[in-house]
Every structure is written in structure tokens, then in C-alpha cells.
């Protein structure tokens, strides 16, 4: 069945009781990036913690009486695994789920919580992907892929006119992108109900394979992916919703590792929201390069799901691209009292010392000399030059940093 407005509009009926209608929450601190009002749309908020439930249950009502007692199999990093958990537990369908298996901890034991049965396989979507549809044909269980599937992208599609009831009038939608179901859905609710509105899907810059294939017309497998963006880390478009945004004018945009970073780190301290680095991609789209996004612009956060260690390792990532880190590796003479000159001079710039490291090992070290390596806190950019220029003026020797 093709992929329309009105069943779109009949999945909301459907999905009453499952799905959140979730909050739409004002960026006011985004405002200076486009000159206008900035909206963001917290699908982190809803059930499972992703906007994957609504396309998964979508997809599961529709299934006939034999196909739901023959259970249905599902591959996924994590957010499309728990929506199809949630969504098989409500209906009394069992459930298997291939994930990758570098999958984040906490989505695993989601996944597990909501009823799934989890299997193991390969590095990527794709090597799980691979295996549902093996376990598809060996068991005749029903496979309920990611994004490419009518069913589901009409699901996603109901964010489309829930969005715009919410902000009537938007301008511009960034939608989060890996196989391209959700940007597909809410494409095609707004180009009948919002024609004027621009929708802009944003992709990994390590992992887009939409650029490249919708340069050749068609979808297009990359060979390698890399980036913390595990839930949009999508080798190959999908064929259902490559053609709808292709057809729609979808604009595809990438973002690179550091935008993702400073993006989820933007959310979580100025919005008080907590988000995955995939969830945060349009905000990431908005800090990289806002040019030709017009106002009131609203921001889909996609997913909250994420693994602790990484939002730990994401974070430090951001502080360093903000420029609230500085690590510094100077050169100064190796004698009683000369690393605690060099930390006062420190503390008088006002940075914070993290760590400090003594190498005397370094080869092209002269008689009577040390580098030290420092790990510093500061206030950001303008605060990391000052340090840099007072520490030179001092008379230290800058090496690198």
C-alpha cells in the first residue's frame, strides 16, 4: 500500500494510547543561529525513547492472525529493536531482535525488558539486518525492517502533522536521517498539508549514504561507515523511503563528528534535555551551517536512548570542541621549582589543571629540559587564547596546543 496522507492521518487514530503526543519545547539559546524561533521536537520523550514505536506498531497491527502467531523478527542498534519490543508486547506478539554487537548496554536490556528475545551478530544494522532476514526464512516469522516498509513509514509520518498542530507556523523541519523512514513520513504529510514547508534531512557525515545515492538515482551501499551517531549509522537507503524523499525534494545535509558532539552537548546544557548523538544531528545541522534554514524552524530530537559511556565520551568530546578544554604540552627547564612556576602561571590565567604529565624521554629533549603535558578546564574559546598568549609571554615554550 502506498505511502499517503491519509493513512497517515488514520496511524494517529491507531497509535492513540501507545504513542505520546510528545512536547515541543522553545530553543530560545538557537534563536542567534537563524534569526528566529527555533522549536524542538522531543520525540527522546516517548515511549521506549524513540520515535520508533509509532512506526513499529504501525507495522504490527497490520500483520493478519496467522503472521502474528508465527511472531515477527527485527534487526536494530537499539531504538527500532525497543519500539518493536513495546509494540509486540501490547499486541501479545513474541518477538526476536538482531542487534549489532557493539549495541549500546542500556538499549540491549530495554529491548530485553520490553519482552524481546536479543541475538547477537556482526558490527552493523546491516550484518543484523543480514541475519533477520535469514531467521525470516528459515522460521516464517514476520520481518518488521528498521525503515523500509510502507507500514512504517507511515508511522513515522504521523510526527508530520503532529508537529505542525504544535507549530502551525514552521517553516523549516530537520529530521535526523539514517535509512530514511521518519524524514520520508513526515515529508510526505507536509507536502499536502504544509506544501511551503522545507524539510531537511541531516546525515553523519561518516555514515551518508543518501548524497551519493541520490546523486546515482537510486540507492547506493557505502563501504565503510564511522560515527558515534550509532542510530543513524545506515549503510543503505531504503528503497520505499528513498523514492518518497526523492520524490518530495527532501535536502540531505552532513554533519561532522564534532558538530554531533557540540550539538547533544548544546541540548543537554542549555535545554536540559537528554538526547543521543543521532537525536541531536539537526541541532548539530543548525551549530555547523545554518545558511538557507528559515524561520520558525523545529528540530525532531529522535531518540534519548543512550549508552552512559558514550555520553560520557561524547561529552568530553563537545567540551573540546566548545573550547572548554585546552591541552597544552610545553617545554621548560628541569630544575626544583619549574612546574610550579608554570601551574601558577596557570592559576593566575584562571584554567583549572585536570592532569599534568612529566616526559623526559622525548628524543629531541636538550640537557636540563622537560615537556610537560597539561589538561586544562576553561571558559571557552576567547579564555583558551588568553591562556595560550599569557603562557607565551611568560616566556613558556609552546610545543603543541
Not at 503472521?67 to 515477527?72: E, I, L, N, S
Not at 583558551?384 to 598568549?389: D, E, F, G, K, L
Request: proline content about 6%; hydrophobic content about 45%.
Amino acid at each position: 500500500m502506498a505511502v499517503t496522507l491519509e493513512r497517515i492521518l488514520a496511524a494517529r487514530d491507531q497509535l492513540r494510547g501507545v504513542a505520546r503526543v510528545t512536547p515541543m519545547v522553545p530553543a530560545a539559546w538557537l534563536v542567534d543561529r537563524v534569526g528566529g524561533p527555533v522549536h524542538l521536537k522531543c520525540e527522546n520523550m516517548q515511549v521506549a525513547g524513540s520515535f520508533k514505536v509509532r512506526g513499529a506498531y504501525v507495522r504490527l497491527t497490520g500483520l493478519s492472525a496467522e503472521q502474528r502467531a508465527r511472531g515477527v523478527v527485527a534487526a536494530s542498534a537499539g531504538n527500532h529493536a525497543q519500539g518493536v519490543a513495546v509494540a509486540a508486547r501490547e499486541l501479545g506478539i513474541g518477538a526476536t531482535v538482531f542487534m549489532p554487537t557493539s549495541a549500546p548496554l542500556p538499549k540491549v536490556a530495554a529491548t530485553k525488558g520490553y519482552g524481546a528475545e536479543v541475538r547477537f551478530v556482526g558490527d552493523t544494522i546491516d550484518d543484523a539486518l543480514v541475519a533477520a532476514g535469514a531467521f525470516e526464512a528459515q522460521t516464517g516469522a514476520t520481518l518488521v525492517h528498521p525503515f523500509d516498509h510502507e507500514d512504517i513509514v507511515v508511522g513515522q509520518g504521523t510526527l508530520g502533522p503532529e508537529l505542525l498542530e504544535q507549530v502551525p507556523d514552521v517553516r523549516t523541519v530537520l529530521v535526523c536521517t539514517g535509512g530514511g523512514g521518519l524524514v520520508a513520513g513526515i515529508a510526505t504529510a507536509l507536502a499536502e498539508l504544509a506544501p511551503t514547508v522545507r524539510v531537511i534531512g541531516v546525515q553523519a557525515a561518516g555514515a551518508a549514504a543518501y548524497p551519493p545515492s541520490l546523486a546515482a538515482g537510486q540507492p547506493v551501499a557505502l563501504a565503510t561507515m564511522q560515527t558515534m551517531a550509532d542510530g543513524i549509522a545506515v549503510g543503505r537507503p531504503g528503497r520505499v523511503p528513498f523514492d518518497l524523499i526523492a520524490e518530495h525534494g527532501v535536502e540531505i545535509r552532513t554533519v561532522d563528528e564534532e558538530a554531533l558532539s557540540r550539538g547533544l552537548l548544546l541540548v543537554l546544557e542549555r535545554g536540559k534535555l537528554l538526547v543521543e548523538p543521532a537525536g541531536a544531528a539537526g541541532v548539530a545541522a543548525l551549530l555547523q551551517d545554518a545558511s538557507g534554514i528559515e524561520p520558525p524552524v523545529v528540530v525532531v530530537l529522535s531518540g534519548g536512548n543512550v549508552d552512559p559511556l558514550l555520553l560520557s565520551r561524547v561529552l568530553q568530546h563537545g567540551l573540546v570542541a566548545a573550547g572548554r578544554y585546552l591541552h597544552l604540552q610545553l617545554r621548560i627547564p628541569d630544575h626544583p621549582g619549574g612546574l610550579a612556576t608554570l601551574l601558577r602561571e596557570v592559576a593566575g590565567l584562571r584554567a583549572n589543571v585536570i592532569s599534568v604529565e612529566h616526559v623526559r624521554t622525548a628524543p629531541d629533549l636538550g640537557m636540563g629540559e622537560v615537556d610537560v603535558s597539561l589538561h586544562l578546564e576553561t571558559r571557552g574559546p576567547e579564555h583558551c587564547a588568553r591562556v595560550r598568549s599569557g603562557l607565551a609571554d611568560g616566556g613558556f615554550r609552546l610545543l603543541r596546543g
